[in-house]
């Protein structure tokens, strides 16, 4: 073999193994397997008291898309899912905190002081704190995907119909049924909102969430998070011959 020929398979080999090293750790195992083992408690129990319907909610659909972006390790999947719901979640931390102080602020988690709700089910429902430092986390170990806000108003906009127009309004008493999901009805699950038509509302969200609450974090990850593109080896490596690449 020709030393211009070693030379190619060795170099080969290195862009190899640099792409295997890329493959393998970027997210922890462990924090893989704990994640999963919490969603495999969460996801049956869930179905069990909540339906089917209850993974309406963006939260859950945020929940099931980061499980699968953990183990692909994929920054489009965790992009979406911190594009969408950053902001909501803080908010649901702060109105949690104000709540327990005995000040209702919006009273979306006022189910979480609901004494006829089981513990354990409002302990799993405390996923809510902890999920947008999660989400964080992952963004800055995989980048953040720019193509994330336009797949999230896009998911927006569908789930948002879907709720409007298939699921429960709000009732006086709906027990554990999911009904005003994703709150297309107003912040109360036991009335709907009376400060302007139904369909007013609606549109507001379909126009806001998108434009008013992930915008802003999607313009906010891009200023503070690496470029998914720009910190992926496997990106970089596959764009460039073997040899061009900096030494």
Same mark, same amino acid.
């Not at 462990?30 to 049956?44: D, G, Q, R, T």
């Not at 994929?74 to 000040?103: E, K, M, Y």
């Not at 953040?144 to 108003?153: E, I, K, L, M, N």
């Not at 027990?175 to 038509?197: C, E, K, R």
């Given at each position: 073999m020709s030393p211009s020929g070693s030379v190619a398979v060795a170099t080969?080999?290195?862009?190899?193994?640099?792409?295997?090293? #890329?493959?393998?750790?970027? $997210? !922890?195992?462990?924090?893989? +397997?704990a994640y999963s083992a919490f969603m495999a408690v969460l996801v049956p129990?869930?179905? /069990?008291?909540?339906? !089917?319907?209850? /993974? %309406? &909610? /963006?939260?859950?659909?945020?929940? $099931? +898309?980061?499980?699968?972006? %953990? @183990?692909?390790?994929?920054?489009?999947? *965790?992009?979406?899912?911190?594009?969408?719901? %950053?902001?909501?979640?803080? +908010?649901?931390?702060v109105d949690f905190l104000v709540q327990a102080t005995g000040h209702p602020l919006t009273g979306m988690t006022a189910y979480m002081f609901n004494a006829q709700t089981s513990p354990f089910l409002r302990g799993l429902s405390l996923f809510h704190g902890w999920l947008p /430092? %999660?989400?964080? &986390? +992952?963004?800055?170990?995989?980048? &953040?995907?720019?193509? #994330?806000?336009? *797949?999230?108003?896009?998911? #927006?906009?569908?789930?948002?119909?879907?709720?409007?127009?298939?699921?429960? !309004?709000?009732? !006086?008493?709906?027990?554990?049924?999911?009904?005003? $999901?994703?709150?297309? @009805?107003?912040?109360s699950d036991h009335a709907a909102q009376t400060f302007m038509p139904a369909w007013a509302w609606f549109a507001g969200l379909a126009v806001g969430i998108p434009a008013l609450i992930c915008w802003p974090t999607h313009r906010l990850l891009i200023r503070l998070m690496p470029e998914a593109s720009a910190r992926s080896p496997l990106t970089s490596l596959s764009a460039s011959p073997a040899g061009s690449g900096p030494r």
């Amino acid at each position: 073999m020709s030393p211009s020929g070693s030379v190619a398979v060795a170099t080969d080999s290195g862009v190899e193994r640099a792409r295997e090293k #890329a493959r393998r750790g970027r $997210i !922890p195992l462990s924090l893989k +397997l704990a994640y999963s083992a919490f969603m495999a408690v969460l996801v049956p129990v869930y179905l /069990f008291h909540y339906g !089917p319907t209850n /993974f %309406l &909610y /963006f939260c859950d659909i945020a929940l $099931i +898309l980061t499980l699968v972006g %953990l @183990w692909m390790e994929s920054a489009l999947l *965790v992009s979406v899912c911190a594009v969408g719901i %950053l902001a909501p979640q803080l +908010l649901w931390n702060v109105d949690f905190l104000v709540q327990a102080t005995g000040h209702p602020l919006t009273g979306m988690t006022a189910y979480m002081f609901n004494a006829q709700t089981s513990p354990f089910l409002r302990g799993l429902s405390l996923f809510h704190g902890w999920l947008p /430092f %999660l989400l964080v &986390y +992952l963004v800055w170990r995989l980048g &953040y995907d720019r193509r #994330a806000w336009g *797949v999230w108003s896009a998911l #927006a906009v569908v789930v948002l119909c879907v709720c409007f127009f298939l699921m429960p !309004p709000p009732r !006086p008493d709906p027990g554990l049924t999911p009904v005003n $999901i994703n709150y297309v @009805w107003g912040m109360s699950d036991h009335a709907a909102q009376t400060f302007m038509p139904a369909w007013a509302w609606f549109a507001g969200l379909a126009v806001g969430i998108p434009a008013l609450i992930c915008w802003p974090t999607h313009r906010l990850l891009i200023r503070l998070m690496p470029e998914a593109s720009a910190r992926s080896p496997l990106t970089s490596l596959s764009a460039s011959p073997a040899g061009s690449g900096p030494r």
